[in-house]
């Protein structure tokens, strides 16, 4: 077994700040993933990382940033920070894309003041 | 752009009942399909899958691929207050990237 562990689990910014959530994973997974999810609703891809090396733009990656540091972390940074994107950020990995499942860890829920 | 539309938005039903969620997908070259479920404050987690035309049953649970219809679901047979919980259903596209519905909300009361 494995987890994914997000820091931090909340994060407060001011409109404008810039802001940085990270991720870690302990499967050995190649392929990780950077989710919004505004409250109650789906998942919106941001960025993805196929292997170690690799950065792919999501459908949301307007005014975001990714970095894939080592095959186990992954992080994520608003350059701007917006009231309008309050919201649950998730991370995923999973051993591959498409046939393979994504496992999520818990969370970081963002807030704009 | 792959596009995944889910159906209904909200649902309740009464325990016992027999729950019917719907996915229609826009990329007939979808290949890998899934339905993950997240209760309340948790991380969503996989559900069931399949990756060829036809049904596949676990338990309570059975889904459905259409390939022709582009049509995918989830039915929950004996829906139990456990079950509630957002359901989402995801494809893959020809970008190697997962795309997931919007979700429905199921509420099964006790």
């Known amino acids: 077994g494995g987890i994914i562990t997000q820091t931090p689990k909340f994060l407060i910014g001011q409109e404008g700040q810039k802001l940085t959530l990270k991720c870690q994973q302990n499967f050995n997974h190649d392929t990780m993933y950077w989710y919004r999810q505004d409250s109650g609703k789906g998942l919106r891809l941001i960025y993805y990382?196929?292997?170690?090396?690799?950065?792919q733009k999501g459908d949301l990656s307007e005014g975001y940033d990714a970095s894939r540091e080592k095959k186990s972390s992954f992080s994520l940074t608003v350059t701007s920070a917006q009231k309008n994107e309050m919201a649950v950020f998730l991370c995923?990995?999973?051993?591959?894309?498409?046939?393979?499942?994504?496992?999520f860890g818990p969370g970081t829920r963002l807030t704009v003041l | 752009q792959q596009n995944v539309q889910q159906s209904p938005e909200s649902l309740i039903v009464p325990e016992g009942a027999r729950t019917s969620l719907n996915c229609t997908f826009s990329?007939?070259?979808?290949?890998y399909f899934w339905w993950y479920r997240q209760h309340s404050g948790k991380a969503p987690k996989a559900l069931m899958s399949i990756f060829s035309n036809g049904e596949k049953e676990e338990g309570r649970f059975t889904i459905h691929l259409n390939k022709a219809s582009l049509h995918f679901s989830l039915h929950i047979r004996d829906s139990q207050p456990s079950d509630s919980a957002l359901y989402l259903c995801a494809g893959d596209t020809n970008a190697y990237k997962v795309i997931f519905g919007k979700g429905t909300h199921l509420h099964v009361l006790p």
């Open positions: 990382s196929i292997t170690e090396n690799d950065l």
């Open positions: 995923a990995s999973s051993p591959g894309t498409g046939v393979y499942e994504q496992y």
């Open positions: 990329d007939s070259a979808s290949q």
